[in-house]
């Protein structure tokens, strides 16, 4: 009896008038969902699709066939209502785990619709809908790619509506190809402008410590040399070299008739036969404060001896400046969350605003992970992928909608508060 009753069912339901019946209420309902606000961005797990085979004692394959019929069914819904970005999650790298002959199967269902979608795509071209294929590429055979780039090519025209199809596709395989590529541009040398051109100059640019580097470096180097020149005592003091003279005669001369250097009589030899240490402004060979500073305190006394012929070498601070534009490497401080974003597959795509998994499996499977943000709603639904349609969709929608209402006005009461508490 009860197998009657759903026969007679589906003859009633497969009527011309029952038909036109039931596309009178569907245009119905989704008007109805596109007076209120849409989400831009739905993605979908399209799990069940084995399950729901296997219920029905039909090949594997064929399950799959059904649920990409059910796939162009809601992308009609999702288009109509005003959603312009679907992605659907339609090959993970991780089914090629599966066994060799699904694997095969479902690369060649995939060449197939896709080209069926291209070619023959009455509901793409209606909607204005580009498909994009998401994944690793070299883990696809040259077919495939050979079918997707003619699919992807077909509608690329295509700009009110986009189909992400993540195929082969894994959301940690995405993050980790989006941290490499910026570690990638990161290693690139820019070109960079000092401080005096108005930027402001970052705490850790590598420009900046190598040149601190190279300052201390060259500060070493002075005070090796300065070391040189001193001669140690067996008592462990440090006595000048005798065999290299404190001033040439034309430096004597100089000190002459400057009023302010010492005389011969304050310069004697002491009863260790040491001579007084001459100050900065008593030098005739003069080194920056900041190099006469550090070797003093860290040295014992030194003597420096110059020739007219030949000039003792620039030590300022200002010589071991690079010049005002350096290649160096970008900031990594400057690295953000928006970074990372413009690096994955598709960094145009507007922000996920709900996230549909069938078969009653509560996880995320490696999907989206960077994509669902706080904004985002997940659904998981209890029904195989093959048996998801309108009546099951359109609950989902109005459930989005009645919460975006509510937090929209929720935002307005607290904006209207904050105002009310300044005045």
């Given at each position: 009896m009860s197998k009657q009753i759903s026969t007679w069912r589906r003859w009633l339901l497969s009527s011309p008038p029952a038909e036109w019946a039931l596309n009178q209420l569907r245009e119905a309902l989704i008007g109805a969902i596109k007076q209120g606000r849409v989400p831009r961005h739905i993605a979908f797990v399209m799990d069940g699709n084995r399950r729901y085979a296997r219920s029905r004692r039909i090949e594997t394959v064929e399950g799959h066939n059904l649920g990409f019929e059910a796939l162009a069914r809601i992308l009609e819904v999702c288009y109509k209502s005003g959603v312009t970005h679907v992605t659907i999650y339609a090959f993970s790298i991780e089914n090629f785990k599966r066994s060799r002959y699904e694997v095969d199967a479902l690369m060649q269902m995939a060449k197939i619709k896709l080209t069926q979608l291209s070619q023959h795509g009455e509901l793409l071209d209606r909607y204005g809908a580009r498909i994009r294929i998401l994944g690793q590429r070299s883990l696809l055979s040259k077919d495939v790619l050979e079918a997707m780039d003619r699919a992807v090519k077909m509608t690329e025209r295509n700009n009110r509506t986009v189909l992400n199809v993540c195929f082969p596709y894994t959301s940690r395989d995405e993050i980790t190809t989006s941290v490499r590529e910026t570690v990638e541009e990161w290693c690139k040398p820019v070109r960079t402008v000092d401080t005096d051109s108005g930027h402001r100059r970052r705490v850790f640019a590598e420009d900046r410590i190598r040149r601190n580097v190279e300052r201390q470096e060259q500060l070493e180097r002075i005070e090796e040399k300065e070391m040189e020149s001193v001669e140690p005592r067996a008592d462990g003091e440090q006595l000048y070299d005798d065999s290299m003279p404190l001033f040439d005669q034309a430096s004597l001369e100089d000190t002459s008739s400057e009023p302010n250097h010492l005389s011969d009589h304050s310069r004697e030899p002491d009863e260790h036969g040491m001579l007084p240490a001459l100050s900065p402004s008593s030098s005739t060979t003069t080194l920056p404060?900041?190099?006469?500073?550090?070797?003093?305190?860290?040295?014992?006394?030194?003597?420096?001896?110059?020739?007219?012929?030949?000039?003792?070498?620039?030590?300022?601070?200002?010589?071991?400046?690079?010049?005002?534009?350096?290649?160096?490497?970008?900031?990594?401080?400057s690295i953000t969350a928006n970074t990372i974003t413009a690096h994955l597959f598709a960094p145009d795509d507007p922000p996920l605003d709900l996230l549909i998994r069938t078969s009653g499996v509560e996880r995320?499977?490696?999907?989206?992970?960077?994509?669902?943000?706080?904004d985002t709603r997940i659904v998981f639904l209890d029904v195989l992928w093959p048996e998801f349609?309108?009546?099951?969709?359109?609950?989902?929608?109005?459930?989005?909608?009645?919460?975006?209402?509510?937090?929209?006005?929720?935002?307005?009461?607290?904006?209207?508060?904050?105002l009310v508490k300044v005045a």
């Open positions: 404060q900041e190099i006469f500073s550090s070797s003093t305190a860290s040295s014992p006394p030194t003597s420096y001896h110059s020739s007219p012929k030949q000039q003792p070498q620039s030590t300022s601070l200002e010589a071991l400046q690079p010049s005002k534009s350096s290649p160096s490497l970008p900031n990594p401080e995320l499977s490696d999907f989206m992970l960077w994509q669902c943000h706080e349609d309108l009546w099951t969709f359109l609950p989902v929608l109005w459930e989005w909608q009645w919460r975006a209402r509510k937090e929209e006005q929720g935002r307005i009461e607290e904006a209207s508060g904050h």
